[in-house]
């Protein structure tokens, strides 16, 4: 009997015409590193009396399906979870490379399914009816840059064969930390020790009562973009801005020299004042845990731009 590995897993993901119907066709393969969807139905102790010390069977309770997924950022793949976290891009260009700029601020945001496959059990799961409640990033000095996906989904399908036929291939162009920079109204940052980063839908769940115990759906409410960013204390521009209570434009971006890039760009962000702690010798770090909000100037509170090789997501 053959056993499951990671190694062997497969991930397909379409865009849906219809909330909670996976598409026949148009699936493209998804590079990720771990996942935890999945669908899961606790049981709710019997509470009887009567029937002496041993307790009476369980009953089901509500289905529910969600989970993370850990996505490369790279130039091309990573297109399809900021359409899926922002909505459809604005695509300009007449040729390569191709410019899709995704803007928060969407009350309406596609839902998607999602087929992960184990094939030696052989087990397939289609997770119909997704949507994208969070995407978060780190920056750092080095290591492997990576995303994770918070999604919501409807339901869990399980069959013993695929059902996304054979998926589209994307060829696979990371993004490191060494391509990252971060620039304060254009200009570079100095001493950046970290950043995180974290936008956020705030879906809420639709759940009403149903014989198959799944959700209606998941709708966006206010969103969120915030974060942090760890510095070596060497001068007062950012605690002096927090003083202040003003706004900065911050941009998060990386490029490649083949011509790819993405930019997170955070168009009125506001600082907390931090404290500022010598625990010892060594150098002096302050943490700013940042906030976005819209810019009354742009109309929005985030852009992110994915510079590429496709013609439109």
């Known amino acids: 009997m053959a056993r499951a590995q990671g190694a062997r897993a497969q991930m397909a993901l379409a865009f849906e015409?219809?909330?909670?119907?996976?598409?026949?066709?148009?699936?493209?393969?998804?590079?990720?590193a771990s996942t935890t969807l999945g669908?899961?139905?606790?049981?709710?102790?019997?509470?009887?009396?009567?029937?002496?010390?041993?307790?009476?069977?369980?009953?089901?309770?509500?289905?529910?399906?969600?989970?993370?997924?850990?996505?490369?950022?790279d130039a091309e793949a990573f297109g399809f979870w900021l359409k899926a976290a922002f909505g459809a891009p604005t695509t300009t260009g007449a040729e390569a490379h191709y410019s899709h700029a995704f803007r928060s601020g969407n009350w309406a945001l596609p839902s998607f399914s999602v087929e992960t496959g184990m094939p030696e059990v052989p087990r397939?799961?289609?997770?119909?009816?997704?949507?994208?409640d969070s995407l978060n990033w780190q920056m750092a000095r080095s290591g492997l840059l990576t995303a994770t996906a918070s999604i919501v989904a409807q339901g869990e399908a399980i069959a013993t064969s695929t059902a996304?036929?054979?998926?589209?291939?994307?060829?696979?162009?990371?993004?490191g930390h060494f391509n990252g920079s971060i620039t304060r109204n254009g200009a570079n940052i100095g001493n950046v020790v970290s950043a995180d980063l974290t936008y956020a839908n705030n879906l809420d769940r639709i759940e009403t009562i149903r014989a198959d115990g799944k959700i209606d759906g998941a709708d966006p409410s206010i969103a969120a973009l915030t974060g942090n960013v760890v510095v070596?204390?060497?001068?007062?521009?950012?605690?002096?801005?927090?003083?202040?209570g003003e706004a900065c434009e911050l941009e998060f971006s990386y490029a490649l020299t083949t011509g790819e890039s993405l930019t997170l760009t955070a168009h009125a962000v506001y600082l907390p004042r931090p404290r500022i702690e010598i625990s010892g010798p060594q150098g002096v770090q302050a943490t700013f845990d940042w906030q976005a909000a819209s810019d009354p100037v742009v109309g929005r509170m985030c852009t992110v731009t994915l510079t590429n090789d496709r013609e439109d997501y």
């Open 17 to 32: 015409m219809t909330y909670g119907t996976p598409p026949a066709s148009g699936y493209t393969k998804m590079p990720f």
């Open 39 to 73: 669908a899961e139905q606790p049981l709710q102790t019997s509470e009887l009396l009567g029937y002496g010390r041993d307790p009476q069977a369980p009953i089901k309770d509500a289905v529910t399906a969600d989970g993370d997924v850990v996505v490369p950022i």
């Open 124 to 132: 397939f799961a289609m997770y119909s009816g997704c949507m994208v």
């Open 164 to 175: 996304v036929g054979t998926p589209t291939t994307i060829a696979l162009k990371r993004f």
């Open 232 to 244: 070596r204390f060497a001068d007062q521009t950012l605690v002096n801005q927090a003083i202040n």
